[in-house]
């Protein structure tokens, strides 16, 4: 296969120290004899001959050998050539031509050694380039290639210039790589892509460039840079997942145009969607519950004119209502100045650890309460003991009228209640007494007798509804006491001259054979109980009533019920013009069997 001559294929430099002079003895003495031999023939032209030595000359040896050729070549022209031949003629018009001629062929050497600097230069430059370089004309005829470039193609410099560039890289070529160099020679424009070559087994990166004649391939291996790549996509993969099973995210607040940006964790944990973020701080602080939001806000302050770190834990309310708790944590970056220009840091949702914290509260209240309890029952059971004793005496006076003996055998009732309560308080007290027969209805009447006192000051009329259910088998002191306490709950809860329903009836029965219950309601037209305090109604020492409240009532009550494998909740309305609680209890009629 013939190649094509290219100015890049002449890889030849100057020549240096005596093989420069060789050339240019070799040279000017060649075209010295044969100028003496053809001396006849060359008087219209003289200085052919001496022309192509200073050429030959200037062109491997440099300025100063062409020089040397073009003095030699006048020397032998004015002798041999121009009249009167073999003599030497410092006149006339002979002369001129010399002299005219030895001042063109010194610029053509200097203008030769200038083009040959430039291209041995430009052929270094070319060298030097750490990148593949491989040149192809329209033709896709390689006319050039680098030393990079030449190991891409697989094969030595010599053998591949003047071939066919699809010929010669058959292996390293893939098919996009092949669309996008035929893109570029097609339609002119610069092309930049990366590939994996199969038989190198490495990665590439192409940037192909047009030019009028064809286009010039710079070839880069980054395969450091993909394992590099892959080893950073790597640890980020294994932090982003330890973001997530941490629910934990990043963010960073330019504090000079207030744009944030944060990892994707971050909107999750707010409640929002990734899109729903628009990059404004004033999106992300809306995000927070308005009674946790001043607070925050001062702290950011705070870490910001003093330059120290932010730590703030706060509340976010989602979309569909439910609470998040959220940790925030950064610190400010400031310019040479000392002004803040930045804060970075991450937020975690720590609700989980929260809902430990607030179990390991309500443990402790157990705690508590149990100790309360075994300290209240140590300390009133002496005293209890001591009434009890008088009242007896004094029911032993004959002279007592019935009406007497009655509010005593009454007072004799509840000693003997309190009693119970204390032991039932101390340790979750069981009950060993026998269940009995009792009517719910009674119940609730004699707890009323006792609280008539109470109704009649605040003007609050009862209305029963008792339907017939029968007498069930149950603790009868533990009944009262949850009553009692549900009963005292609502009165405290009503308004002067407000009302409290009560109902006694059947719970509907379900299917499947389930053992019948019985419901017991008490209901109040007070001001209902607010949504923050709803979910801890039932705990140990929590109070609506900071004055008079022990907040042990509701939660004794709940630990009787469930003992005994019923129920207690409540329904409660805090409209504006609609307010309320009715707490209900259910139970199965063999309550007190356990």
């Known amino acids: 296969m013939t190649t094509k001559p290219s100015f890049f294929s002449l890889r030849t430099g100057f020549l240096t120290g005596p093989q420069a002079y060789a050339v240019t003895l070799v040279t000017t003495g060649l075209a010295t004899l044969l100028t003496i031999f053809a001396a006849p023939t060359l008087v219209s032209t003289p200085f052919m001959l001496p022309t192509a030595a200073v050429i030959v000359s200037t062109w491997f040896g440099g300025f100063r050998q062409g020089f040397i050729a073009a003095v030699v070549g006048a020397a032998a022209a004015e002798y041999y050539v121009l009249a009167p031949q073999s003599h030497w003629s410092f006149v006339g018009i002979g002369m001129r ?82 669309q996008q160099l035929r893109r570029c020679a097609t339609e002119r424009i610069p092309v930049q892509f990366e590939s994996h070559c199969q038989r190198r087994q490495n990665w590439i990166q192409v940037r192909a460039y047009p030019f009028p004649e064809g286009i010039s391939v710079f070839i880069q291996d980054i395969s450091e840079t993909k394992l590099k790549e892959e080893a950073q996509r790597a640890v980020l993969d294994r932090l982003s997942t330890a973001h997530k099973a941490a629910q934990m995210g990043t963010w960073d607040w330019n504090i000079k145009n207030n744009d944030l940006i944060w990892s994707d964790e971050i909107p999750r944990i707010h409640g929002l969607r990734p899109q729903e973020f628009d990059g404004k701080l004033e999106t992300w602080l809306k995000t927070i519950h308005p009674d946790d939001l001043p607070g925050v806000q001062a702290k950011i302050q705070r870490a910001l004119e003093d330059k120290q770190e932010y730590y703030a834990e706060f509340r976010v309310v989602w979309p569909n209502g439910e609470t998040h708790w959220i940790c925030g944590h950064g610190r400010v970056i ?20 929260h809902m430990e914290e607030e179990a390991l509260r309500r443990s402790e209240k157990l705690a508590a309460a149990g100790r309360l309890a075994a300290t209240i029952a140590h300390e009133i059971n002496n005293p209890l003991e001591a009434v009890t004793n008088l009242v007896y005496l004094i029911r032993q006076d004959a002279t007592l009228s019935l009406e007497a003996r009655s509010l005593l055998r009454t007072t004799d009732e509840q000693l003997s209640r309190v009693n119970h309560i204390a032991r039932q308080t101390l340790g979750f007290y069981r009950d060993h007494n026998t269940p009995e027969t009792v009517d719910l209805a009674e119940i609730i009447e004699e707890l009323l007798a006792i609280f008539h006192t109470r109704l009649t000051a605040r ?136």
């Open 459 to 594: 003007q609050i009329s009862v209305v029963k509804e008792y339907e017939s259910v029968g007498a069930i088998t149950a603790f009868r002191g533990e009944l009262q006491q949850v009553l009692s306490n549900l009963l005292t709950n609502a009165i405290d809860a009503s308004a002067f001259g407000s009302k409290l329903v009560l109902r006694v009836k059947p719970e509907p029965f379900v299917e499947g054979g389930v053992t019948p219950e019985v419901r017991v309601e008490v209901e109040d037209f007070g001001s209902g109980i607010q949504w923050p305090d709803q979910e801890r109604i039932f705990e140990p020492f929590f109070t609506t009533k900071s004055e008079v409240g022990t907040g042990l009532g509701l939660w004794v009550s709940k630990q009787i019920v469930e003992k005994n494998g019923g129920r207690i909740g409540f329904y409660t309305k805090c409209d504006d013009h609609n307010t309320g609680t009715c707490f209900f209890v259910v139970m199965p009629v063999t309550t007190g069997v356990v």
């Open 97 to 178: 031509r010399t002299i005219l001629w030895i001042a063109f062929a010194t610029g053509l050497a200097f203008l030769l050694s200038r083009l040959r600097k430039s291209e041995d230069h430009a052929r270094k430059v070319l060298a030097s380039i750490t990148e593949g370089l491989l040149i192809v004309d329209r033709d896709w005829t390689l006319l050039y290639a680098n030393d990079s470039g030449a190991q891409f193609v697989g094969k030595p410099q010599g053998e591949i210039i003047g071939r066919n560039y699809w010929e010669l890289s058959q292996s390293a070529i893939s098919k996009p790589m092949e």
């Open 334 to 353: 400031v310019d040479a100045a000392g002004a803040p220009v930045r804060m970075v840091g991450i937020g975690a949702d720590i609700t989980h650890h």
